[in-house]
């Protein structure tokens, strides 16, 4: 009986861990997109853009703010951009563009079922009468009882789990206007600077679908 109360146990905090596992699992899901545009304007009659300058102290730079991550995401939307057909223009640009990453610290709170097992007592005596029954396979003291009971919540493990959420904004000004036409944000759980730097390239794609001009195809070359 000691044994199946050890074994009880163990199963108990098996499903436990089980279900936290599958709990933090489903809150890393990937980065949630959104974008808001002025829906009044032709954005096909621009033609050009400029980043707007940045200011960085290498001393007082944070992991998501510096000259890396500046340089990444500029040539990243640089690219959006130019596949859409815009073009740099440093000094007279139709559009400006800016960004910031924002940090904010947040706790996930996290209820896990614990789960045991009813007893079943009358497993093997609900059985017809056979010439095994006080035998070793079907004696009431191995685990048939047991494999035959089913898991039940015996209570819940309650856990907060702080964790890092990053947000990455794109804003898109009318330089002549000075009024912001496209503006996109990511949302998404963030650990350090490397796996920010890891989704840069997915998260960019996916903001840019959101912008109101379509990427332009490639003209299709004549086969020999």
């Not at 730079?61 to 000259?67: A, R, T, V």
């Not at 009813?118 to 685990?143: D, G, K, M, T």
């Not at 035959?148 to 009318?174: A, K």
Request: charged fraction near 25%.
């Amino acid at each position: 009986m000691e044994r199946n109360k050890r074994l009880l146990t163990k199963k108990k905090v098996l499903f436990g861990y089980l279900g936290l596992i599958i709990l933090l699992l489903s809150s890393c899901a990937s980065t949630a997109v959104f974008s808001d545009y002025n829906r009044s304007l032709d954005f096909k009659s621009y033609k050009t853009f400029a980043w707007l300058p940045k200011t960085h102290d290498p001393k007082n730079d944070g992991p998501f703010d510096n000259q890396i991550v500046e340089t990444n995401i500029k040539n990243l939307g640089s690219g959006e951009l130019k596949s859409r057909g815009y073009k740099v223009d440093v000094d007279e640009p139709d559009l400006l563009i800016d960004f910031y990453v924002d940090v904010a610290n947040k706790v996930d709170h996290v209820s896990t079922p614990v789960y045991g097992y009813a007893y079943n007592y009358n497993s093997n005596f609900a059985r017809p009468y056979n010439n095994n029954l006080y035998s070793y396979r079907n004696s009431y003291y191995n685990n048939n009882s047991y494999i035959n009971s089913v898991p039940v919540v015996v209570g819940y493990n309650n856990q907060d789990i702080p964790y890092e959420e990053g947000t990455l904004t794109i804003l898109i000004i009318d330089r002549k206007t000075n009024t912001l036409v496209w503006k996109g944000w990511s949302v998404g759980t963030v650990t350090d600077e490397s796996s920010f730097e890891y989704e840069l390239p997915s998260d960019m794609r996916r903001l840019f679908k959101e912008f109101p001009v379509m990427v332009i195809a490639p003209p299709k070359t004549k086969s020999k």
